[in-house]
């Protein structure tokens, strides 16, 4: 017997809106319509609204998980249009905070697909070593969710003690890897609900244009932060884990080993933070133009355009963000899976409809 | 950028090609976006999305954003009397990005359906971001 299975706007699972129509035969899910838009802000319109400096909070809460991503984006996008080059200090600080914010919202991801997969000692595990995260976060910015770190030019506080934030990152990366990665790469438990579950090929990967961990999980070797470094990831050494599976699964420890890389990548950002300033130039006038920024965030490519008509109000800004890039895909992961894998598979690509709604 | 000018000569295009603000740009205005598709996935190269940006006349530019393994190739075109080729049906990524802008700037893209993504029920198209349509 088929039938039409309506689920959201309102989820228990992920408490962010949107809809999800399976058509389904029996237990076996033939087809699936995605429908979003009921986080919808206008902050496209609102930053057309404000000076460049106000602009800077707006996209800041365009993400509760990835807010810092908006920010770096936008203050980047800006600093080429006004040719302003941040100093080395602040460049690595930024690469500290992205780096710090990966592993808070990539621990999230795993803590929730831990629960998704009925493992809620993993669950556990994930939210405590996050927790260490976010104080590590707390001790910098002074904030747990909004950090407010870039400024156009720079960044706004400095990294006081690199040494005790080593300590922290190389604590984390300890309970990572004693813990996390071993569960979600070997266990039995872990295996039978993602292997071979949501596969998403290489080639319909590659034509709806994924990104980010999404997309290597599924054999696509590009990380933003390598193919086009930004900040300060020119000068620092990481590999980018690629999967070839597609499945579930891949994309379950193409995440667990970026943690791993994010935790390498701070050791050598906190270890070579170089003495100098942490802002540029003063930032005057924006001459008219537009300019891109991308970065690759927790998701995947976070991509900005700024336009200016050389007033201090920015004339367009344009934001795609990964999961709005990412989400048409689990349509095509939902093909004949299993009805009770739906909720893992849509997760798996870790979407935020605040950011695909903005 | 031997490269840059293959594409540029493929599609029939003679300015040059502007790299700054973290983009190489290409001003083809005339452009049909399912040829530039055609080359750009030939290519393997990666639809990133379409930023519209409303113009004086009430036309819209659109930018084309493609991904060279790393660069990023924008190419600059132009609606006329606000429609303009789709290219869902051959590159499926820009599906949303299509619908999106229709809501935001009621761009008709050609050949294809446009279902609403972002709209409510009853709202016209172009009433987030088009200057004038929102009263």
Redesign the interface.
């Known amino acids: 017997m088929s039938y039409r299975l309506p689920i959201g706007p309102y989820h228990p699972a992920l408490e962010e809106p949107y809809k999800l129509e399976l058509h389904c035969e029996g237990e076996t899910v033939l087809s699936a319509d995605l429908h979003?838009?009921f986080n919808?802000r206008?902050i496209?319109?609102l930053a057309e609204r404000r000076n460049y400096l106000q602009v800077i909070p707006l996209v800041e809460r365009i993400c509760g998980i990835c807010s810092n991503v908006h920010t770096l984006s936008f203050c980047?996008?800006v600093e080429?249009?006004a040719a302003i080059d941040p100093p080395e200090r602040a460049l690595f600080i930024r690469v500290i905070i992205a780096e710090l914010e990966r592993l808070h919202s990539h621990l999230l991801w795993a803590g929730i697909a831990a629960k998704l997969m009925g493992f809620k000692t993993v669950f556990m595990g994930c939210f405590d070593i996050r927790e260490r995260v976010m104080d590590a976060l707390e001790a910098v910015s002074g904030n747990r969710v909004n950090y407010a770190m870039n400024c156009i030019g720079g960044v706004n506080r400095d990294v006081k003690d690199p040494g005790s934030l080593l300590a922290a990152v190389e604590a984390i990366e300890r309970g990572v890897t004693r813990t996390i990665i071993p569960i979600f790469t070997t266990d039995r438990t872990v295996q039978s609900r993602c292997a071979g579950v949501g596969v998403l090929t290489f080639e319909q990967a590659?034509?709806?244009?994924?990104v980010g961990p999404t997309a290597r999980a599924s054999g696509i070797a590009?990380d933003i932060r390598s193919?086009?470094p930004y900040a300060a990831y020119g000068r620092l050494q990481f590999d980018v884990p690629v999967e070839t599976a597609g499945d579930v699964r891949a994309r379950v420890v193409v995440r667990a080993l970026e943690i791993l890389e994010s935790s390498r990548i701070l050791r050598q950002a906190l270890k070579q933070l170089p003495a100098g300033p942490l802002r540029g130039r003063a930032f005057v006038e924006v001459p008219a133009?537009?300019?891109?920024?991308?970065i690759e965030g927790p998701r995947g490519?976070v991509?900005y355009?700024a336009?200016s008509d050389g007033s201090d109000i920015p004339?367009?800004v344009?934001v795609?963000t990964p999961t709005?890039?990412n989400?048409?895909a689990v349509r095509l992961m939902l093909v004949n899976a299993e009805l009770s894998d739906a909720p893992l598979i849509q997760a798996s690509i870790d979407p935020c409809y605040s950011c695909t709604?903005r | 950028m031997t490269d840059l000018d293959d594409i540029s000569h493929e599609l029939g295009i003679s300015p040059a090609w502007r790299e700054e603000f973290g983009s190489c740009w290409l001003a083809a205005p005339g452009l049909d976006p399912r040829a530039l598709a055609h080359a750009m996935l030939a290519r393997r190269a990666r639809f990133v999305t379409i930023t519209a940006i409303e113009q004086p006349n009430a036309e819209l530019r659109l930018d084309y954003h493609w991904d060279l393994d790393g660069p990023l190739l924008t190419f600059t075109l132009a609606t006329e009397s606000h429609q303009i080729p789709s290219i869902t049906e051959l590159c499926p990524g820009a599906d949303w990005v299509e619908r999106e802008i229709r809501d935001y700037f009621a761009v008709v893209f050609l050949g294809r359906d446009l279902e609403p993504l972002m709209l409510c029920a009853d709202d016209k198209p172009g009433i987030h971001l088009r200057n004038g349509r929102s009263q």
Do not use: K, W, Y
Not at chain 1, 289 to 294: E, V
């Open positions: 979003v838009g919808f206008s496209e319109r980047q996008a080429r249009l590659t034509q709806h244009g994924v590009q193919a086009a133009g537009t300019a891109i920024s991308r490519e991509f355009s336009t004339s367009r344009r795609r709005f890039a989400m048409p709604d």
